[in-house]
């Protein structure tokens, strides 16, 4: 169980904010909606958010349920959920559909992790250090950045690609997963790529993010954010993302 929950997310501009965090006792989902490029059509008549905000849903009924199903198999539950209430209108074929990325922990005896995007998970270890958990598929498309739509489209939920929650269940089993016990963990960060940036892009260490998170709370780790990229810029894309970070402080076993 967490002895303490605490979160912030943070619109990246005057667009609703398509970054959402769900929680509760032993629990912390964090997703992040994949903004369409301008001219792309989806073929759904929802947006982003809507997906995320029924995919996070339906991630919150199954984790509160309690069962002991591995992560994956609770990620692949949610996104048939989230599939079955689209309009019969809507393409789910189409590879542009609504898509999120997913970043995940649960403790029990064992703390248990998922990641399927670039929304990292980061455990700050009971013996010191840290513990990165990250999906790195994105970045390894074939030709390297700028990637052209046309290739994103090709390679999102491909094999060879990159894997993202949007309408095809069986994406959950790419995910990337595993656990180590509790006791070995002293607090579980989870993160979209907008606060990430702090590491992929200004150079920060994720043993600083954590501390940051642990001693001053997430809004100031967004806030450090938003100082750096008005300071130097996007390292590439928009200037302001969508940020979330949580801190899951466990609880330690009494003696």
Same mark, same amino acid.
């Given at each position: 169980?967490?002895?303490?929950?605490?979160?912030?997310?943070?619109?990246?501009?005057?667009?609703?904010?398509?970054?959402?965090?769900?929680?509760?006792?032993?629990?912390?989902?964090?997703?992040?909606?994949a903004?369409?490029a /301008? $001219?792309?059509?989806?073929?759904? %008549?929802?947006? =982003?958010?809507? +997906?995320?905000?029924?995919? #996070? @849903?339906?991630?919150? !009924?199954?984790?509160?349920?309690?069962?002991?199903?591995?992560?994956?198999?609770?990620?692949?539950?949610?996104?048939?959920?989230t599939?079955?209430?689209?309009?019969?209108?809507?393409?789910?074929?189409?590879?542009?559909s609504?898509?999120?990325?997913?970043?995940?922990?649960?403790?029990?005896?064992?703390?248990?992790y998922?990641?399927?995007?670039?929304?990292?998970?980061?455990?700050?270890?009971?013996?010191?250090?840290?513990?990165?958990?990250?999906?790195?598929?994105?970045?390894?498309? /074939? $030709?390297?950045?700028?990637?052209? %739509?046309e290739? =994103?489209?090709? +390679?999102?939920?491909?094999? #060879? @690609?990159?894997?993202? !929650?949007?309408?095809?269940?069986?994406?959950?089993?790419?995910?990337v997963?595993?656990?180590?016990?509790?006791?070995d963990?002293?607090?579980?960060?989870v993160?979209?790529?907008?606060?990430?940036?702090l590491?992929?892009?200004?150079?920060?260490?994720?043993?600083?993010?954590?501390?940051?998170?642990?001693?001053r709370g997430?809004?100031?780790?967004?806030?450090a954010?938003?100082a750096?990229?008005?300071?130097?810029?996007?390292?590439?894309?928009?200037?302001?993302?969508?940020?979330?970070?949580?801190?899951?402080?466990?609880?330690?076993?009494?003696?």
């Open positions: 169980m967490f002895q303490q929950v605490t979160y912030a997310t943070r619109p990246g501009s005057a667009r609703p904010n398509e970054d959402l965090v769900v929680a509760g006792p032993s629990w912390i989902a964090v997703l992040d909606g903004t369409a /301008p $001219g792309v059509d989806s073929g759904c %008549v929802h947006d =982003v958010a809507w +997906l995320v905000g029924r995919l #996070g @849903g339906a991630l919150a !009924a199954e984790l509160s349920r309690d069962a002991p199903d591995p992560l994956a198999v609770v990620l692949e539950r949610a996104i048939e959920a599939a079955a209430g689209h309009a019969p209108s809507c393409d789910l074929a189409n590879p542009d609504p898509s999120a990325t997913v970043a995940l922990v649960r403790v029990r005896e064992r703390l248990e998922l990641v399927l995007g670039d929304s990292p998970v980061v455990l700050s270890l009971a013996g010191g250090g840290v513990r990165v958990v990250s999906d790195d598929r994105l970045e390894r498309l /074939p $030709g390297g950045r700028p990637y052209s %739509v290739l =994103v489209r090709r +390679l999102r939920n491909a094999p #060879g @690609g990159f894997w993202v !929650a949007a309408a095809r269940p069986e994406a959950a089993r790419q995910s997963t595993g656990d180590l016990p509790a006791r963990v002293r607090g579980a960060g993160f979209t790529d907008g606060v990430a940036r590491v992929d892009w200004y150079g920060w260490r994720w043993e600083t993010v954590l501390g940051l998170l642990a001693g997430p809004d100031a780790v967004i806030s954010v938003r750096l990229e008005s300071e130097r810029g996007p390292v590439r894309g928009k200037r302001h993302d969508d940020a979330t970070a949580a801190w899951g402080l466990l609880r330690r076993p009494a003696c």
